[in-house]
């Protein structure tokens, strides 16, 4: 090891020149043209709020309330979309994932005294 040898050294990613990081700063990422060409079907957005929906369910299961449906935890999160319209995807993702134990349950309350069926 002479010296010589420094052009077959890796370069660390952080030793790019000015006008390489300009290059790849203008570059348009790979991951972001894959991105915004992803576009849902209905069918993919209700099985993906399905699937939300059962680990909801699940984890109602563990904390005791194991008589708890996805049906049920839908119509307590889009209960609330009757008034305003449906929310964009990561609203209703963060509604069904936020909704806590007590929250349905006064909602189901409200719904037998309403005359909901279950």
């Not at 099985?47 to 005791?64: A, Q």
């Not at 996805?70 to 999160?77: A, Q, S």
Request: hydrophobic residues 35%.
């Amino acid at each position: 090891m002479n010296g010589e040898d420094n052009d077959q050294v890796p370069h660390h990613p952080e030793d790019k020149t000015n006008t390489e990081l300009e290059e790849s700063e203008s570059a348009p990422h790979k991951a972001d043209e894959e991105e915004a060409e992803v576009v849902l079907s209905d069918l993919e957005l209700n099985e993906i709020i399905e699937n939300l929906c059962l680990s909801k369910v699940e984890e109602f299961v563990l904390l005791g309330y194991e008589h708890v449906t996805g049906k049920e935890i839908w119509d307590c999160v889009s209960d609330k979309y009757r008034k305003t319209g449906v929310p964009s995807l990561h609203q209703i993702v963060n509604d069904i994932l936020s909704l806590k134990s007590t929250q349905f349950m006064n909602w189901m309350t409200i719904s037998m005294y309403r005359g909901a069926q279950f």
